[in-house]
């Protein structure tokens, strides 16, 4: 389902009749958007690599400090020139890299550290190069317009409209109706293992940058 058709299936379980406007459509794009971002989470706990985006930005001389993407929830790789980057502690990046000024700096970075939503990269670069680093990542899944799907298993999708609905009834006195919700999402979420625990468990799951042979350290998550 693409999100114009998830709305018509939200105003359908609040009883909303079309052209009403007790909730508008922004409002229920955007109790939509957090039903998503919760069936998302949900879904993360069985499957921590369920959802991976991967993304491209440049290099700026003397420059080495970089936001992570928007909506990053976990940074799963960093690589320049085709070379995944080290993780290490922001510090010690921060310390090898010294003043700009000091050294005379690389043309690509080996290793990087996670600070709040920045990555510090190490060495700082000498040189500005476009789309020179590749990052893959764990997303906060969103629909942007109507005609966005919400990339979880169409049989769990449902969960995204009973959580909105849930958001929508919040701030009324529908008691007996938000129970309803409450019981048809608990149904959904049960049934997201069927979908993604044999993915999970049959796949060598992506830990971020960890590597048996060079023993990377594997902890790092961006929260």
Known sequence: MNRATLREELQTVLKEPVGGDYWSPAQMNRYLNLGLA????????????????EDSFGLTQNVDLYPVPEGCITVL?????GNRLRRQHE????????PIGVGTGVKYPHQYGPI???????????????????IMYVPTLAMATDTDTPG???????????KAAMYALSGTAEKD???LMMTLLADVIEDIDTYYRPIADSTASI???YDIIDGDDPRGYLT
């Open 38 to 53: 919760f069936m998302g989470k949900k879904i993360l706990l069985v499957h921590p690599t369920a959802f991976i985006f």
């Open 77 to 81: 790789r960093l690589s320049a020139n």
């Open 91 to 98: 510090a010690v990046v921060a310390r090898e890299n010294g």
């Open 116 to 134: 709040g939503r920045y990555l510090r990269v190490g060495g700082r670069p000498n040189e500005t190069i476009a789309d020179a680093m590749r």
């Open 152 to 162: 979880i298993e169409e049989n769990l999708q449902m969960g995204i409209v009973y």
């Open 177 to 179: 109706q938000m129970a």
């Open 207 to 209: 830990r971020p940058d």
